[in-house]
């Protein structure tokens, strides 16, 4: 049994956490923590910190967390460049997994697609696409840049992004990697990748369908986080497949 400090405990995913850890009998929360209250008076002999909060939470779960030696997942989005290097270093001191992505599934589709890019990288053309709900305001999503970014890396070569066709009238070039988004609805968030050769496609996708996803992800990380020497972790580490660069 995992205790677990939920950090941003009254917002939308810390509850949809709560909801999840009521059903496992293999975890359980200790301590809830929101603008209320502070982490400082949260139990010291917790196992792991889950933070769905906002980037000012920082400071206060890094100090927690490395003075009572409880590693954190950190889950909250937003962070600037500084955060992200103070979770490095503070990573020296207490185990830290931090992912923009806490879904299983999109992880595994990231895995998969830098694994497909490097055997695929001649003569097959890479096109993602993703569709989001109608009140999405940015485009592309960070998912699909994520996506493109780890193909782009696992290719022998640099990814052309083309973001937009309607402009220009020429053939796809070969290093090109498309990104196209799609916009309607309630859809919570779909994420295609194509792989297109000569008379074959292979095509990866991902179907969101509620946020609880990125709570059972969150969960699963902390279960894998708890009790590993410091480092930082990401959820690569956590779902256990090699590495596309592998
Ligand atoms: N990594 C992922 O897969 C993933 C998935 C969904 C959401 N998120 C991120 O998680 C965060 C929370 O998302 P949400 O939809 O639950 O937002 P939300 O606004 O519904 O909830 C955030 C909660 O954090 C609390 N909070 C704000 N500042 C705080 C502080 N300094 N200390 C403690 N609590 C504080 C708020 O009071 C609120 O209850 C966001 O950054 C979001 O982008 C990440």
Avoid: W
């Avoid at 209250?37 to 400071?59: G, M, R, W």
């Avoid at 030696?69 to 962070?79: F, M, Q, R």
């Avoid at 569709?131 to 193909?151: R, Y």
């Avoid at 782009?152 to 640099?158: K, T, V």
């Amino acid at each position: 049994m995992i205790k677990i400090i939920l950090s941003g405990c009254n917002g939308r995913m810390g509850q949809a956490v709560a909801q999840l850890v009521e059903t496992d009998p293999g975890a359980k929360i200790v301590c809830g923590v929101d603008t209320h209250n502070s982490i400082a008076n949260a139990p010291a002999d917790a196992d792991v910190i889950v933070d769905f909060s906002h980037p000012s939470a920082l400071p206060s779960l890094l100090a927690f967390g490395k003075a009572h030696k409880i590693p954190l997942v950190l889950a909250t989005t937003g962070y600037s460049v500084r955060d992200t290097e103070t979770i490095r270093q503070a990573s020296n001191s207490v185990p830290i997994l931090h992912s923009a992505t806490m879904s299983l599934g999109i992880n595994i589709l990231l895995n998969l697609a830098g694994q497909v890019a490097k055997i695929l990288s001649d003569g097959f053309d890479v096109e993602i696409i993703e569709k989001h709900h109608n009140k999405k305001v940015d485009a592309p999503s960070g998912v699909a840049l994520t996506i493109a970014d780890t193909i782009s890396n696992a290719l022998p070569f640099p990814g052309e992004y083309v973001y937009d066709r309607h402009s220009t009238r020429k053939p796809r070039g070969q290093h090109e990697i498309g990104i196209s988004s799609i916009r309607g609805g309630t859809i919570v968030g779909d994420h295609s990748v194509i792989f297109a050769g000569n008379d074959e496609i292979l095509e990866i996708t991902h179907h969101a369908a509620g946020r609880e996803i990125f709570a059972a992800g969150a969960l699963h990380a902390a279960k894998f986080l708890a009790g590993k020497p410091c480092g930082l972790y990401s959820m690569q580490d956590a779902i256990k497949l090699p590495m596309p660069r592998d």
